[in-house]
């Protein structure tokens, strides 16, 4: 599903424009954005969580020529499915 089809499923199901639905995702997306940079996590009940977690320092492989060499420590994001997201998967 790409932002288009998403924007058009929210405006039919709220009964809303597809501009009032833009506006709401892109709301909602800056939302989480702004959350996460701070550090903080986004729990949505029965959807899931978003949190921040640390990837440590590690050593890996040059692919081409096999060298060994340092990855830098990193931020990453993570969601865990809640459970009604998991029980409608199945």
Known sequence: MTKADLISKMAD?????????EKALNSFVTAVADSLAK?????????GTF???ERAQRE???????????IAASKT???KAGSKLKDALQ
């Open 13 to 21: 199901e709220a009964g809303i424009t597809k501009a009032a639905a």
């Open 39 to 47: 550090g903080d996590k986004v729990t949505l009940v029965g959807f």
């Open 51 to 53: 949190s921040v977690a």
């Open 60 to 70: 890996g492989r040059n692919p081409r020529t096999g060298e060994t060499i340092t």
């Open 77 to 79: 994001i993570k969601f």
